[in-house]
């Protein structure tokens, strides 16, 4: 860069890899700056030391988190003695005439005497241990597009023909070369330059899928720190997204060279769903999982990809029937963000979407409110197990006789992510199922639950006490206008299904304890005051208050704890109904 005069006229800087099987060596050549005799010594020699106590005190510095300390004392060119008995490195420094060989197996001495090389540059030649497998070229090619597709310069295979005398420095002609890496990083060059096609190209190439991505983001960061990213938007969600312990992450890349494949430090567990590249000019080349974790650098990344990858889906919101195919693959595991990152939550509250009780179609917490009734102070949303159950659910009777929209919440994470989301632009959200509800008539009165009083009361008591195993307080509904009764969650407690689920896989689970509303006009429930007021100790009245606990467990998709004795009573009471009804 400094002297193009040392690149002979028409000559490219390339890397070359020879295998030789007969001999069982692997040479990697370039023709490069190369090396003299000195810097041989310098920079090399330190593997011949590596047994010694200042190299392993280096190392162990290297390991107490001082980033910098990694790839100054040999620890990558020492790997090679992984896979090889014995290492040569010829060299010729540029604007030199001598060439100059090191040889070392690795213990504690190495050899430098005068070699020859026709040109400037080094070959580093492995003798190769008997079980590395690193002659076949099926392997150098998937090791090379795995590790260095993307590498300015190229990275060619030579096959040499038997019998012929090798250069290290310089492949001779009838040899057979065949270049392995693209040599081509889209996200080194400005967003201007790379056209959608290109784009799509990458998309594919890195993550094998046969669809275009929804979206992407191209962008560098240049600062206190260098890194550039591409990030792209899937259509669709894999297999295991969510399964648990799978990896997921960015490919990482330093300098062009690939250092880990799913690098899950760059990127929140709630945004695994992205697909892409992160390439840093300021991270060593052989750091750690260990070194990420406690990275300064990794922060600053993580956190403006996160930005970048909230940005674009803000983009991509504007596109409605993009968004919604967007939503409905991966709107499941955003919301976890809620969750796992509540300080994200202004961010996110843009970006969520339920479906509703205005019909068809997904709805944006602003679509909501622009469209909210005079004198609704709050936006409501049901947490069910499916759209079909929070339509018909007892819990919003009231609510959709005053006109209110109903945001229905039917993903798992629900429960836990909407915790977080207390308000959005200043309306509070508010459980239709929660034991708090409060609503609101035009003119500002508050419909609060009224308190029972004269045989109501007496009858509440009652069921309380027949219910004690299962409910913990009985009061009187302003929510239901249709059903008899309704079960809701006390503060704090676990929507059902939640909880059915936990049980699933706790069996010592602890129960919550739900509150029983009645709804005070409704004819079957005058009709047990009657019958409480008739015959306080009846058995019949005893049947119908559990039948009407086990109908408030259907209504909202819970099961009935004996279906049996359920169908029994249903239909001894059923009969007796009947009969009365003819005669």
């Known amino acids: 860069m400094t002297e193009p005069g040392l690149l002979p006229d028409g000559e490219r800087l390339v890397v070359q890899l020879i295998p030789d099987a007969k001999e069982r060596t692997l040479t990697i050549s370039d023709n490069g700056i190369g090396m003299n005799a000195e810097a041989l010594a310098r920079e090399l020699g330190t593997v011949a030391h590596s047994g ?64 020859e090389r026709a040109s400037q540059g080094t070959s580093v030649i492995l003798h ?99 890194f550039t990213g591409l990030i792209f938007v899937p259509k669709r969600p894999p297999f295991d997204l969510s399964t648990p312990d799978v990896e997921h992450g960015l490919r990482l890349y330093v300098k062009r060279v690939l250092i880990m494949e799913k690098c899950e430090e760059l990127l929140p567990r709630w945004l695994r769903f992205a697909r892409g590249v992160v390439d840093s000019e300021d991270l060593p080349l052989n ?66 979407r339920y479906e509703s009780s205005k019909g068809e179609g997904l709805v944006s917490l602003a679509d909501y409110k622009a469209r909210m009734v005079d004198g609704q102070q709050a936006i409501y949303y049901v947490i069910a197990e499916s759209r079909a159950l929070a339509e018909r659910s007892p819990h919003t009777e009231a609510l959709r006789k005053k006109g209110y929209e109903v945001l229905f919440m039917t993903d798992a994470v629900d429960s836990f992510a909407v915790e977080s989301l207390d308000e959005f632009d200043g309306t509070k959200l508010v459980s239709a199922t929660g034991s708090d509800l409060k609503l609101s008539d035009a003119e500002g009165a508050d419909d609060k639950p009224a308190e029972a009083t004269g045989a109501l009361r007496d009858l509440s008591e009652h069921i309380r006490r027949k219910l004690q195993d299962h409910v913990s307080e009985v009061r009187v ?4 206008t249709d059903s008899p009764v309704c079960l809701v969650v006390p503060e704090g407690g676990l929507q059902p299904y939640i909880e059915r689920v936990l049980r699933a896989t706790r069996k010592d689970a602890p129960r919550t304890k739900r509150i029983l509303e009645v709804n005070p006009d409704h004819p079957l429930v005058k009709n047990l005051e009657r019958m409480y007021a008739r015959d306080p100790e009846s058995s019949k009245l005893g049947e119908w208050i559990e039948l009407l606990f ?32 003819v005669g």
């Open 52 to 115: 010694t106590r200042a190299f392993l005190d280096k190392v162990a510095e290297a390991k107490k988190g001082d980033v910098s300390l990694i790839g100054q004392f040999g620890v990558g060119f020492y790997s090679a003695y992984l896979v090889a008995d014995g290492v040569e490195v010829i060299s010729r420094a540029a604007g030199e005439e001598t060439a100059h060989r090191w040889t070392s197996d690795g213990a504690e001495t190495f050899t430098i005497e005068p070699a």
């Open 128 to 226: 190769l241990k008997k079980d590395a497998d690193y002659l076949e070229g099926f392997r150098l090619r998937t090791l090379v597009r795995r590790y260095s597709d993307f590498l300015d310069y190229p990275i060619e295979l030579v096959t040499r023909e038997e019998n012929k005398e090798d250069d290290p420095g310089k492949s001779p002609e009838g040899d057979k070369v065949e270049v392995l890496n693209q040599g081509k990083a889209l996200w080194q060059r400005r967003p201007a330059e790379v056209t959608e096609e290109q784009y799509t190209e990458l998309y594919k190439h890195l993550t094998h899928d046969f669809e275009p991505p929804l979206a992407h983001r191209h962008f560098q960061v240049e600062g206190t720190q260098l």
């Open 287 to 352: 750091v750690s999982r260990e070194l990420l974790q406690d990275s300064s650098i990794v922060r600053v990344i993580r956190k403006q990809i996160v930005k970048q990858l909230l940005d674009s889906l803000d983009d991509l919101s504007k596109d409605a029937a993009k968004y919604a195919d967007f939503w409905k693959a991966f709107g499941n595991v955003l919301k976890e963000g809620l969750h796992f990152e509540p300080e994200q939550k202004a961010r996110l509250a843009p970006l969520l």
């Open 477 to 480: 509904s302003s929510r239901l």
């Open 550 to 581: 086990e109908q408030a467990l259907l209504a909202e998709g819970s099961p009935v704890e004996d279906p049996t004795r359920f169908a029994t009573r249903l239909t001894t009471l059923l009969q007796e109904a009947s009969s009365a009804a």
